[in-house]
């Protein structure tokens, strides 16, 4: 079973890399619309969420508040998983 | 430049657009921005700041070579002569004069070894202005266009500037041949799959054009910006912005086409991408790519279905890597002879290129509300548009606001047509 920790891990580090930043400066409370992220480069991370995960987020119904912050985004996650 | 600038695979589609329009057109594959001011720069400090940028950049000045032994195509920049340089400042009246005049400046052409940009300050009545800048596509990218603005801003400010680290230098990309090929199936398989679509309909009347770029633009003001930012988080969720955009656009070309009587249209609306990453210093040459967008009118009777499947299209060209495998399959065409291959790139879609192109850039390359010691109040692009299509919609964002430039040869859309997608794309009659 996947845990919310590790999902934003993984989070954190693919956001950081799509927005070529240091991983560091990514927190899992950030606020998704502060990271600079815009349709393409969130595309990108669903896209990373599908290759790891095995589950495809883009018209799951996904709405701001799951995307509040990417703790938030690992809880839809772990949600989704679980209902597989 | 250090090294040679050798060009990437979308440079190379850009010399045959390139090719194409000097043929067929009033002037090169260019575009402009242009900057409305709160008051009015000084044209003679202007024009210095804009001869110092030609001075820190070669590439402003230069044109097409290939390598002798290995005939990749680079960027060879010539030597500068220092009374070239275009820049014009005159006034301008009514609104209809600013929009006549950069039509004007839009549709003239850069003559040979002219530099690759050139300049126009409009000078309004009220004490506001017009600054124009005319940028040729070989060297410049809307993001680039944009880019120039900051480094105009720092020469006015007379700032030192590193002019290298604004110019990359690429090596001849002979290399990794097997993944060029690859990328190049990943092209096929999706052009395979879009001709199984049927031909697309076009708004571009073929020899109707006179080849003269005309332009409207429409604002969306910050409140019906943030009204279309709600209904797209409503109804395309959270971050679609752009294929909830990209829906709407289809939508309005689609009723202008059942105007004119066609029945099932089948609407392609190749839609340009910036590729620069966060961080990305690249002022110079294409850093952009595309994904061919389509609907059909009979499938998608439904708003939010049609968003729906936009969504998923957009999602599985990313998910394929469809806008980076056309950069690196088109590195493979670099050694066909420009002429052919400008006819050649004439070919995909029927002969058509689409619908319309569209392009949205999201991300504000000049953010800046400050140029030449006046405040900002808008910003926005004016593409020239290939005659195929002949008919463009740009997106650019500012602040919290948008700029939809909708832009078409002469002869490709009626007055009327033009007034009812720019009131389909303003936002207020949907």
Sequence with gaps: MCDVNNVEKFLCREAALILNRDEQSIKPDSPFLDLGLESMSFVELLICIEKEYNIKLINSGLDTSDLASISSLAQRVVQELEHI | ?430
């Design chain 2, 1 to 430: 430049m250090k090294g040679r600038y050798y060009l990437n695979g979308i440079d190379w589609v850009v010399q045959a657009l390139h090719w194409s329009c000097r043929g067929a057109q009033n002037g090169n594959y260019q575009f402009i921005v242009a900057v409305e001011l709160s008051a009015i720069p000084d044209a003679d400090k202007l024009k210095q700041c804009l001869r110092r940028a030609l001075e820190l950049f070669p590439p402003l000045r230069g044109g097409l070579k290939r390598n002798l032994l290995n005939l990749a195509p680079y960027w060879k920049p010539f030597k500068f002569v220092a009374t070239a340089l275009k820049f014009t400042c005159m006034r301008a009246d009514t609104p209809e004069d600013v929009q006549s005049q950069l039509e004007k400046l839009l549709n003239t052409e850069t003559a040979a070894r002219e530099p690759l940009v050139s300049s126009l300050l409009l000078e309004r009545p009220d004490g506001t202005s017009v600054f124009a800048c005319k940028f040729d596509h070989r060297i410049f990218d809307a993001g680039g266009g944009e880019r120039f603005m900051t480094v105009l801003q720092k020469c006015w400010n007379q700032e030192y500037m590193e002019p290298d680290k604004l110019m990359s230098s690429s090596g001849p990309w002979l290399n990794e041949w097997k993944h060029q090929f690859e990328c190049g199936r990943t092209v096929n398989r999706v052009m395979r799959s879009l001709y199984a679509q049927g031909v697309p309909s076009v708004l571009y009347p073929g020899q109707a054009a006179t080849g003269v770029n005309r332009y409207r633009l429409v604002h969306i003001s910050e409140d019906d910006f943030v009204r279309l930012n709600a209904d797209s988080e409503r109804i395309a969720g959270a971050m679609m912005l752009m294929p909830y955009i990209q829906t709407l656009i289809q939508r309005s070309l689609r009723r202008v086409l059942k105007e004119r009587g066609v029945e099932n249209a089948f609407c392609l609306c190749p839609l340009s991408v910036d590729l620069r990453k966060a961080g990305d210093n690249g002022l110079f040459f294409n850093h952009w790519s595309l994904m061919p967008m389509y609907s059909h009118e009979s499938a998608t009777a439904e708003f939010a279905q049609e968003v729906e499947a936009q969504k998923e299209l957009f999602y599985e060209y990313m998910k394929n890597r469809f806008p980076y495998c056309l950069t690196k399959a088109n590195l493979l065409t670099r050694i066909v002879p420009l002429p052919l291959f400008a006819w050649f790139s004439r070919k995909p879609f029927r002969g058509t290129a689409g619908t319309a192109m569209t392009a949205l850039l999201n991300r504000e390359e000049f953010k800046s509300n400050e140029l030449f010691g006046c405040e900002v109040e808008n910003l926005y692009h004016i593409p020239g548009i290939p005659a195929r299509p002949g008919v463009g919609v740009f997106i650019n964002r500012r602040g919290n606001t948008l700029n939809l430039c909708l832009s078409w040869l002469d002869g490709a859309l009626s007055e009327r047509e033009a007034e009812l997608l720019s009131e389909c794309l303003s936002y207020k009659a949907l």
